[in-house]
């Protein structure tokens, strides 16, 4: 069996293994549904691994669905998520599984859900509401996500959920720190949502 093929069959083992969770199996990736938001488990293999020897890293995160301009993807990808990390070591460095011919793929199959089920489902169970969401960009964790966009869904949540006070403070916030032209986008949509609601006009 060649590397490539011991990893396909790994994930269609972990497959099985996951969908006990809720999750179901699109490519790569495994995705689940919720209410409030969609779960992402990603196998990204490397770009430099050699095919006899191939390398991939765990990837998870969560789209919030309400923060979607359009319906919720398929196939989502772990960068378009709204939050999430990569399988770490105790070091905190993400850890690079390597994929081998002569590796047996439920072996693999069984180390992967061991770790999912420990460090990632708990993490992303977390992170399954808009209140979780506000929760984890209020206290300023934003991974995956530049500042500007911390506050802009952070705000958007706030404006959605009725904290209008709270509201305003990011969007002075953002006032305070957006200087470059991703930034101002982000900036303006914010104003957008204060002006439809009636709030003050620009300064």
Known sequence: MTAKAVFSRAASVLRARLA???FRKTGSKFVR???EALSVIELQPSRGGSPDSPRFVVNYGVIVLSLLDEPAPAAPTYTECHWGGRVAG???VEIWWPVRTMDDADELADRLRAVI???VLP???RMQTEESAIRVWQSGQSPLLVEAQRLF???RLLHKTGRHDEFAKVLHELEAKARDAFGLRMLESLRGLE???G???DS
Do not use: Q, W
Request: charged share 35%.
């Open 199 to 201: 709030g003050p006009p």
């Open 153 to 155: 869904f952070l705000g």
């Open 20 to 22: 006990r969770a809720g």
């Open 117 to 119: 089920e420990r460090d």
């Open 90 to 92: 105790a070091d905190g």
């Open 33 to 35: 549904t919720g209410p």
């Open 195 to 197: 002006r439809r609601a």
């Open 123 to 125: 993490s992303l169970d």
